[in-house]
Nanobody, 127 residues
């Protein structure tokens, strides 16, 4: 079974920075694209940023120039560096992997998991 575990959330003042991490656990053979989404109180979950296996990136207009997504394939981890934070960035941030392939160490086969989500980490931007 695969799990995504986010960390790095917290309280930060407007204009400040924060770095989120999301680590995938399990006998991972490969992970396709990884992304960050967020959900503010009373709002729907929205796309923030995405990074492919080849490290191509895509960002929501609201975070372009302020947020940077990156990944460490060797550690099965994706990061979100957030700068110039605004109160409207306050939300629970979720990590997503669209496809994860795990090695089954007992059978020698591989299993595919689709659309995996982490449990979320809260980011609060407030003075």
């Amino acid at each position: 079974q695969v799990q995504l575990v986010e960390s790095g959330g917290g309280l930060v003042q407007p204009g400040g920075s924060l770095r989120l991490s999301c680590a995938a656990s399990g006998s991972i053979f490969s992970i396709n694209s990884m992304a960050w989404y967020r959900q503010a109180p009373g709002k729907q979950r929205e796309f923030v940023a995405e990074i492919t296996t080849g490290s191509s990136t895509n960002y929501a207009d609201s975070v372009k120039g302020r947020f940077t997504i990156s990944r460490d394939n060797a550690k099965n981890t994706v990061f979100l560096q957030m700068s110039s934070l605004r109160p409207e960035d306050t939300a629970v941030y979720y990590c997503n992997a669209d496809q994860v392939v795990l090695d089954d160490l007992y059978t020698g086969t591989r299993r595919e998991y689709l659309d995996i989500w982490g449990q979320g980490t809260l980011v609060t931007v407030s003075s």
